[in-house]
């Protein structure tokens, strides 16, 4: 995602006394709000933090306030400590839409001051990913005519202080498209007299963007993508159904070195809704829109989400499932004493049928190739309720409907124990590089690098036929 929307409020100056910065237009809930405040009297004066608000970076006595705008916020009374008479004060709020939401806790800023002289020397600041906003807030202890303005940036106001003692304040941002560091620098000042100096640099992290995008596959598997992460982000994927929380397989990555991120999720169930959330920094949560996704041919399903291979069926019979608790029974004295544990997981027999021979066999493929020896069972619509779940079969015995098998007809009679999924070290596959070779069959790589530019392109892209 791309920041977007600066705007800025009036600046408010005062005369070693409280300000409040002018509201910027349009805010929306969610919005970054900052808020550069100072005061006169370096070495003594600083900037109180507002209830409800966050100081983000400091240099003595100019400090840069933030927080996300909710419905209803006003701009705060910003007050100071330390001050004395003809201190002059100032504030001024920024609104940025786009910003990531863990911007108060996973802030890059540095700071640089000079003493008494004419220009105001400047901070670098190292930007890691592209998209980010650079802010410098700078301060002089005396006024001036202008400012330079530092390389790429737009200057966003000059503010001149001479009610008091004097002082200026000046702000300047770029919102950038590729990745570029801050050096440190120096601002010419024209006018004024020679004096200290303080400046601020800020690099404003964008949020990341989740989308999802289903691959033409049966069984039905979901890319979950996240673009406009910044290298060094911890990552967790999750689905959602019904207020629930599942970490997707391979959901977890830390310290990204890319800013696109992709996982498929191999296991999600039909006919409920379903979103994703992507918490980035252990705090930050980006949410997808939910959506229905359906099981064509209205039938349950056998699936391994490892391989992506799959069998469709009808079940005959499943009448019962038989739950075990781990038991000890000891005659103690005419009394049964039993020592119990936890009720478990189910065992059951279950019956299923299929229609053509072809799908028997593809049954029994299935049962020789399953990751782990674990099968997912999963429902075609809402409404099946205990059906979803991870399976194990113990054994399995197939009846023919003629002896001498012309009727291509079979039912499948098959003991099976609910367990967990597979390893975490598995991940859910949507094609394998055999699928582009065929895809690609007769073409060359250029053909595939004009489809698909990047590898999180490649990542998302359908390779059936």
């Known amino acids: 995602m791309t920041i977007t929307d600066k705007t800025l409020g009036t600046a408010t100056t005062g005369n070693n006394a409280s300000v409040t910065p002018g509201t910027p237009s349009g805010l929306l809930a969610g919005d970054f709000v900052l808020i550069a405040a100072a005061i006169r009297n370096n070495g003594v004066g600083s900037v109180n933090t507002p209830t409800g608000w966050q100081k983000i970076a400091e240099n003595q006595n100019l400090a840069l306030l933030g927080r996300y705008f909710q419905t ?20 001024r709020a920024i609104k940025l839409r786009g ?8 802030v890059v800023a540095d700071t640089a001051g000079n003493g008494s002289q004419q220009n105001i020397n400047t901070a670098g600041v190292t930007v890691v990913g592209d998209n980010h906003a650079v802010l410098q807030f700078v301060w002089k202890q005396d006024d001036a005519t202008s400012l330079s303005t530092p390389a790429t940036f737009i200057a966003d106001g000059l503010t001149n202080m001479t009610t008091g003692d004097d002082m200026l304040a000046a702000l300047f941002s770029v919102i950038q498209t590729t990745a570029a560091s801050v050096s440190t620098g120096t ?18 992290r964008p949020a990341p963007a989740i989308t999802i995008s289903s691959y033409d596959l049966f069984p ?92 469709q069926f009808t079940v005959v019979s499943w009448p019962r499932k038989e739950y075990k608790p781990q038991a000890s029974l000891f005659k103690v004295g005419g009394r049964n004493v039993v020592v119990s544990g936890d009720v478990g997981q189910f065992e059951s027999q279950m019956e299923i049928f299929f ?9 029994l493929a299935l049962l020789n190739s399953a990751t782990e020896g674990v099968l997912q069972l999963r429902a075609p619509v809402a409404g099946y309720n205990g059906v979803d779940c991870y399976l ?12 001498d098998g012309t009727d291509d007809r079979r039912t499948w009679v098959l003991e099976v124990a609910e367990t967990e999924s597979w390893s975490d070290g598995f991940t859910a596959r949507a094609f394998t590089w055999a699928d582009v070779v065929t895809f690609y069959t007769g073409l060359t790589w250029a053909d595939l690098i004009g489809d698909h530019a990047t590898w999180l392109a490649v990542q998302i892209a359908d390779f059936t036929p």
């Open 72 to 91: 209803g916020d006003t701009m705060p009374l910003v007050t100071f400590t330390g001050g004395v008479a003809n201190a002059d004060t100032y504030a």
């Open 99 to 106: 910003v990531a939401k863990d911007m108060l806790t996973e």
């Open 187 to 204: 601002i010419t000042v024209t006018g004024g007299v020679a004096a200290i100096g303080r400046a601020i640099t800020l690099a404003i």
């Open 220 to 311: 039905p598997r979901n890319a979950v993508t996240l673009t406009g992460l910044t290298p060094g982000d911890d990552v967790a994927i999750y689905r959602v159904v019904a207020g629930q929380r599942t970490l997707l397989r391979d959901g977890v990555h830390t310290a990204v070195t890319d800013p696109g991120l992709v996982v498929v999720d191999g296991e999600l169930p039909f006919g409920v809704s379903v979103s994703y959330v992507a918490v980035v920094n252990s705090s930050a949560e980006y949410e997808s829109a939910a959506a229905e996704y359906s099981l064509p041919g209205g039938k349950p399903i056998l699936s391994d989400a490892v391989s992506g291979e799959s069998s």
């Open 355 to 363: 229609e053509a021979w072809s799908s028997s066999e593809n049954f």
């Open 392 to 403: 194990a079969i113990l054994s399995a015995s197939e009846d023919r409907f003629s002896q």
